[in-house]
């Protein structure tokens, strides 16, 4: 089993509050991602890390901000939490990039009321 | 615009049948092809992949083909297992962008 692990599982959080997920890793990967998974859209890319302070926004990246000062920690925040951010988000990660598939995380249920 | 579609969000079978999966995309710079498969309250898992100058991979159970004329591929589980009932996603590569662009997922049950 691949060393990914995210925290919180689960959190409940008011509209308007800051909230920071943490993704953490102990393979040394490159590679970085948050997904946010919802219903009839499947896993959609929020932001994505290619190396220490090195990350690029995905499709849904308004109202998230990343942070990568080490290899082995991504960090998503939502600056202003909106009940449109109940979701369960997925870390992962890959050694060398998308044709070597990923390693996700167990996943975090946020939400926001 | 969604370049990723599997337009079945879910598919009942009989244990020891064959289940299909289809998913169809539309960028014809996808390369390589990924499934995944994701049990209740688990991260997603890679199941099998298929590069673009092939149109056919299999591993064990699992087989996928890849219509390229048609951009189109499937999953096939033969025979399938009440184990197999999971969430599928079909997952191409967005060229050299190292990102994985998922479809909606097809929900799989397979029945005892």
């Known amino acids: 089993d691949a060393g990914i692990t995210q925290s919180p599982r689960h959190k409940v959080t008011e509209t308007g509050t800051p909230v920071t997920l943490r993704c953490h890793q102990t393979?040394?990967?490159?590679?970085m991602y948050w997904y946010r998974q919802d219903p009839g859209h499947g896993l959609r890319l929020i932001h994505y890390s290619y190396g220490v302070k090195d990350t690029d926004k995905g499709e849904v990246s308004d109202g998230y901000s990343v942070s990568r000062s080490k290899t082995e920690d991504f960090l998503l925040t939502l600056e202003s939490a909106t009940s449109s951010q109940t979701s369960v988000y997925f870390c992962?990660?890959?050694?060398?990039?998308?044709?070597?598939?990923?390693?996700f995380g167990s996943g975090t249920r946020l939400t926001v009321v | 615009d969604q370049q990723v579609k599997q337009n079945s969000p879910s598919l009942s079978v009989q244990e020891g049948r064959i289940s299909i999966l289809n998913c169809d995309y539309t960028n014809s710079m996808f390369d390589y092809f990924l499934w995944y498969k994701k049990y209740p309250a688990e991260g997603p898992t890679f199941l099998i992949s298929i590069s673009s100058i092939k149109d056919k991979n299999e591993d064990g159970r699992f087989t996928v083909f890849l219509n390229k004329s048609a951009k189109h591929l499937s999953l096939h589980i033969v025979p399938s297992q009440p184990g197999d009932s999971a969430v599928y996603f079909c997952a191409p590569s967005s060229g050299n962008t190292g990102k994985l662009i998922f479809g909606q997922g097809t929900t799989l049950q397979v029945k005892p």
């Open positions: 992962a990660i890959s050694k060398q990039g998308d044709h070597y598939g990923y390693t």
């Open positions: 393979e040394n990967h490159r590679y």
